[in-house]
């Protein structure tokens, strides 16, 4: 009782103090506003009152906690007092500081605590940090200096966004290969322990889970276009499961890889794993045809059915069919929809029967190739009728909000060592994991 008392009177006098802030801030706009009343006046004089109030207060504050010893990190011994070293600090203002600096001459280290009780060791404030690398993860580095010197009025250049943002996006990837290591053994199975989930008695979320996998290029400074894999983790529906073990449905998560396609791989199954997509009664793969993705799913999820994506079968068949070169007749229109309808229906040995007796042109035999080797994952009329997507457009738009929007602008060349950070950067934000698993990362790097 009386602890709920103290914790009362505590907010009574937090509450006065902010009632006289109140008055002293009310009066200041009134002096300050030149008697210009209007909202937009109001709000401008209000920024230059908080303004100067950070940097006063800040000034204050380190003026009050600049440690005046400092212990060496490195041998313990008691640090020399070198000088006040001049620093500037961009946040919502730039702060000019004048910190005290030492130096331990056993171990010849430099250091300015007052920084490190800041926590602010490399120039920029968390937030500041977290909107560089906002900025510049999704638009070209010199728009987004211009954008924040617009919006925010705060001067960096597009040389100090792109280090930022890069360094910020090697941090992301590197948590993502510290989850892999974690997940997955050398052999690239998932390691016995994470599998007790196979098995146990968690029931089937009663929901259609798909993974989508497709590789796109990005042109590099040293080897011209290169490619990038990519993949999407989505569900049917919007339903929530009460079982505690279950997660959101009707999320997307992306995930890219500018690597081996081994290694990337590795990236799929451990970001299926954090998806729980093997906990999906209903489980999809599709894919355009490329080999490694259907060695991918035989690996790491058997129980799926894969789809080869409806759209490039019809490009294949369309292509075949062009390819013959016949005049627009009635009777050739109805051949045509009878192919189309025997593949909307899954009927490919009546396709490739049909083919084999025409015309043996490059793009008919490349059809025949096509439908033989994905035969078995071209069930279109029973994926259908059990409520599957057949087409691979989630990857496709994948693809251009990943990579395109941000990669693939007019003239644009990428270091290949710093594709891997824009392209996690996007990957995680786009998936909804930029509150959870990046925010953290600014404050750690501020």
Same mark, same amino acid.
């Given at each position: ?168 996006? *090697? ?123 259907? =060695? ?12 080869? =994506? ?48 025409? *015309? ?55 270091? *290949? ?26 404050? *750690?790097?501020?």
């Amino acid at each position: 009782m009386e602890l709920s008392n103290e914790k009362q009177q505590i907010g009574n006098i937090l509450s006065d103090k902010e009632e006289k802030i109140l008055e002293i801030l009310t009066e200041l706009i009134q002096i300050k506003g030149g008697g210009n009343f209007t909202l937009s006046n109001i709000e401008q004089t209000t920024t230059n009152i908080f303004n100067t109030l950070r940097k006063e207060s800040l000034n204050r504050i380190s003026q009050e906690n600049d440690p005046k010893e400092c212990l060496c990190p490195c041998c313990g011994t008691k640090m020399k007092i070198v000088a006040k070293k001049k620093i500037r600090i961009i946040g919502l203002v730039t702060y000019a500081l004048n910190p005290r600096y030492f130096n331990c001459p056993k171990c010849n280290r430099y250091e300015r605590p007052l920084l490190k009780i800041l926590d602010c060791t490399s120039g920029f404030t968390a937030e500041i940090k977290e909107y560089i690398v906002l900025l510049g993860q999704r638009i070209p580095f010199n728009e987004a200096s211009i954008w924040l010197k617009q919006l925010l009025k705060v001067e960096v250049s597009h040389e100090t966004i792109q280090e930022i943002t890069e360094n910020i996006g *090697k941090e992301v990837h590197n948590e993502e290969v510290k989850q892999i290591d974690k997940l997955i053994d050398k052999d690239g199975n998932i390691k016995p322990k994470y599998r007790k989930e196979w098995a146990s008695n968690i029931p089937k979320i009663d929901d259609t889970a798909y993974m989508q996998l497709d590789g796109s290029m990005v042109q590099t400074r040293e080897d011209g276009w290169k490619e990038v894999k990519s993949g999407i983790l989505f569900t049917e529906s919007s339903k929530m499961q009460p079982d505690k073990n279950h997660i959101m449905l009707n999320r997307k998560d992306y995930f890219s890889t500018f690597d081996k396609v081994d290694i990337f791989k590795k990236r799929a199954a451990s970001a299926a794993y954090d998806f729980r997509f093997h906990l999906y009664k209903n489980q999809a793969g599709l894919g355009d045809g490329a080999p490694w993705i259907w =060695d991918y799913y035989d690996k790491y999820h058997p129980e799926a059915t894969q789809i080869l =994506d409806y759209f490039h079968a019809s490009e294949y068949l369309g292509n075949a069919f062009v390819s013959l070169e016949w005049e627009k007749t009635e009777e050739n229109s109805a051949i045509k929809e009878k192919l189309f309808t025997w593949l909307h229906e899954g009927e490919i040995n009546k396709i490739i029967q049909y083919l084999i007796y025409t *015309k043996q042109t490059t793009e008919i035999k490349n059809c025949i190739r096509y439908f033989e080797n994905n035969i078995s994952r071209m069930n279109y009329g029973e994926y259908r009728r059990k409520g599957f997507n057949i087409g691979s457009g989630a990857i496709e738009s994948a693809h251009r909000t990943i990579i395109q929007c941000r990669m693939k602008l007019s003239g644009m060349y990428w270091g *290949k060592a710093n594709v891997q950070s824009i392209i996690s950067l996007r990957s995680a934000y786009l998936s909804g994991k930029w509150e959870k698993n990046i925010k953290k990362l600014f404050k *750690k790097a501020a």
